[in-house]
């Protein structure tokens, strides 16, 4: 029982000591891979729009094909706003 015991203590400190070494590590986990972002704020909007645009297009088409009426991006956010 004693060697167990030492194992799992000897565990909890290494995952310890690696938990603290990140926290005081004084470089970001983004500067240490040298990570950056392969897009910038303007492409992420563009690609935002561009899949509203095909959400509204794909809901639209089923509602053709079910006899309802299509709906614009002004009905959803008109519905968005509880209007």
């Not at 004693?2 to 909890?12: G, H, N, R």
């Not at 938990?19 to 983004?30: E, I």
């Not at 095909?54 to 956010?77: F, H, S, W």
């Amino acid at each position: 029982m004693e060697v167990a015991t030492v194992m799992l203590v000897l565990i909890v400190l290494f995952f310890v000591g690696i938990v603290l070494l990140g926290f005081f590590h004084p470089k970001s986990g983004a500067e240490v891979l040298r990570w950056q972002a392969t897009r910038g704020p303007e492409q992420e909007e563009i690609d935002e729009l561009e899949d509203l645009a095909q959400l509204l297009e794909a809901t639209n088409a089923k509602r053709r094909a079910r006899g309802e009426p299509e709906r614009t991006v002004e009905d959803l956010e008109n519905e968005l706003r509880g209007g």
